[in-house]
């Protein structure tokens, strides 16, 4: 199952560090753009090269030392039909690698759009009596909004095809607390959705004893966070906002169970772009090495802090 693969990675590597692939053009080194511009002229195609150098070489760097990345399709899917070439190499590449490939998508339809999302990102697309992958990553994030029906389409792929899904629950965004923090019944929306996921993540555990269905927990939350491990104790927590978005350490260790796992730790920005940090010192063709040092330096505040609690798996 999805989620035995993950939990297996991150106790190989000792890492709870996802690699976010949230490419900006604006912030890619100036010599990778110039070589696709000068070959290829102002156009998506050299955008897709541009992408797809800048990721690989980020993926070298780190697939030895985290479990798995999450591109976030919305920055390439921004550049088109080559973006979404760039997402899909991008993909398959981390996969190769023997990473897992965590599809940031946020998609949520009516049942049956539903299921062709899911055909699309984790299961297979029927073309004339044949089953064939489009972009099939190993898991993506679901919006909820529209509720069961919505997430029981992607879980034929789940149990079938061995995918995984995070549903979105608190979200890490300041207005996050707009709608997911209302109360209805005695309880704020986010504590209904984690019941919602709770109960879906009963039909996917895997033999470590967490579930393919997991749940997206914002670092930015942490008070949140601990109480949504209480009401979902065998879901695996995706955790965004840790460093750029200001969430610390101290913080996302509250996302953790006492056995040490539970939760998995995503950083974009600060990984991806850390050649930029004007305190290193780093050069522009050194970003995949600084790409590396920091998600280095991530592993090991996360790791000293679950030591200091005693929440170690190893
Ligand atoms: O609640 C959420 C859900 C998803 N995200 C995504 O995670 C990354 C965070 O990037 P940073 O550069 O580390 O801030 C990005 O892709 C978001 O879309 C989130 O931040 N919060």
């Given at each position: 199952?999805?989620?035995?693969?993950?939990?297996?990675?991150?106790?190989?590597?000792?890492?709870?560090?996802?690699?976010?692939?949230?490419?900006r053009?604006?912030?890619?080194?100036?010599?990778?753009?110039?070589?696709?511009?000068?070959?290829?002229?102002?156009?998506?195609?050299?955008?897709?090269?541009?992408?797809?150098?800048?990721?690989?070489?980020?993926?070298?760097?780190?697939?030895?030392?985290?479990?798995?990345?999450?591109?976030?399709?919305?920055?390439?899917?921004?550049?088109?039909?080559?973006?979404?070439?760039?997402?899909?190499?991008?993909?398959?590449?981390?996969?190769?690698?023997?990473?897992s490939?965590?599809?940031?998508?946020?998609?949520?339809?009516?049942?049956?759009?539903?299921?062709?999302?899911?055909?699309?990102?984790?299961?297979?697309?029927?073309?004339?009596?044949?089953r064939?992958?489009?972009?099939?990553v190993?898991?993506?994030?679901?919006n909820?909004?529209?509720?069961?029906?919505?997430?029981?389409?992607?879980?034929?792929?789940?149990?079938?095809a061995?995918?995984?899904?995070?549903?979105?629950?608190?979200?890490?965004?300041?207005?996050?607390?707009?709608?997911?923090?209302?109360?209805?019944?005695?309880k704020?929306?986010?504590?209904?959705?984690?019941?919602?996921?709770?109960?879906?993540?009963?039909?996917?555990?895997?033999?470590?004893?967490?579930?393919?269905?997991?749940?997206v927990?914002?670092?930015?939350?942490?008070?949140?966070?601990?109480?949504?491990?209480?009401?979902?104790?065998?879901?695996?927590?995706?955790?965004?906002?840790?460093?750029?978005?200001g969430?610390k350490?101290?913080?996302?260790?509250?996302?953790?169970?006492?056995?040490?796992?539970?939760?998995?730790?995503?950083?974009?920005?600060d990984?991806?772009?850390?050649?930029?940090?004007?305190d290193?010192?780093?050069?522009?063709?050194?970003?995949?090495?600084?790409?590396?040092?920091?998600?280095?330096?991530?592993?090991?505040?996360?790791?000293?802090?679950?030591l200091?609690?005693?929440?170690?798996?190893?």
């Open positions: 199952m999805f989620i035995d693969r993950l939990v297996q990675q991150i106790k190989e590597k000792k890492s709870n560090v996802v690699v976010g692939l949230d490419p053009l604006e912030l890619i080194p100036r010599f990778l753009q110039e070589r696709h511009f000068q070959q290829q002229g102002k156009t998506l195609k050299a955008v897709e090269e541009i992408l797809w150098d800048f990721g690989k070489e980020i993926i070298d760097q780190v697939w030895e030392i985290v479990p798995a990345v999450k591109p976030q399709i919305a920055f390439y899917e921004q550049y088109g039909i080559e973006g979404m070439s760039a997402y899909r190499r991008i993909c398959r590449y981390a996969e190769q690698k023997g990473l490939v965590i599809g940031d998508i946020k998609r949520g339809d009516i049942g049956t759009t539903s299921k062709a999302y899911s055909n699309g990102h984790i299961g297979s697309t029927l073309v004339e009596g044949e064939i992958e489009a972009f099939a190993d898991a993506v994030t679901v909820p909004y529209l509720g069961d029906d919505c997430l029981k389409e992607f879980m034929e792929d789940i149990q079938e061995n995918k995984g899904m995070f549903v979105l629950v608190k979200t890490s965004n300041p207005s996050s607390i707009q709608l997911q923090d209302l109360e209805t019944g005695g704020k929306i986010y504590e209904v959705v984690a019941e919602m996921v709770a109960a879906w993540s009963h039909q996917a555990l895997g033999k470590c004893g967490y579930s393919s269905v997991g749940a927990v914002g670092a930015t939350y942490p008070e949140q966070g601990e109480r949504l491990r209480t009401l979902m104790p065998k879901t695996y927590f995706l955790v965004p906002g840790y460093g750029a978005q969430a350490a101290e913080d996302i260790v509250r996302c953790f169970n006492e056995d040490g796992l539970g939760a998995i730790i995503n950083s974009s920005r990984i991806i772009f850390a050649y930029t940090k004007k290193q010192h780093w050069r522009e063709d050194q970003y995949g090495e600084a790409a590396r040092t920091a998600a280095l330096r991530m592993r090991d505040d996360i790791n000293s802090h679950l200091q609690l005693g929440k170690c798996y190893w």
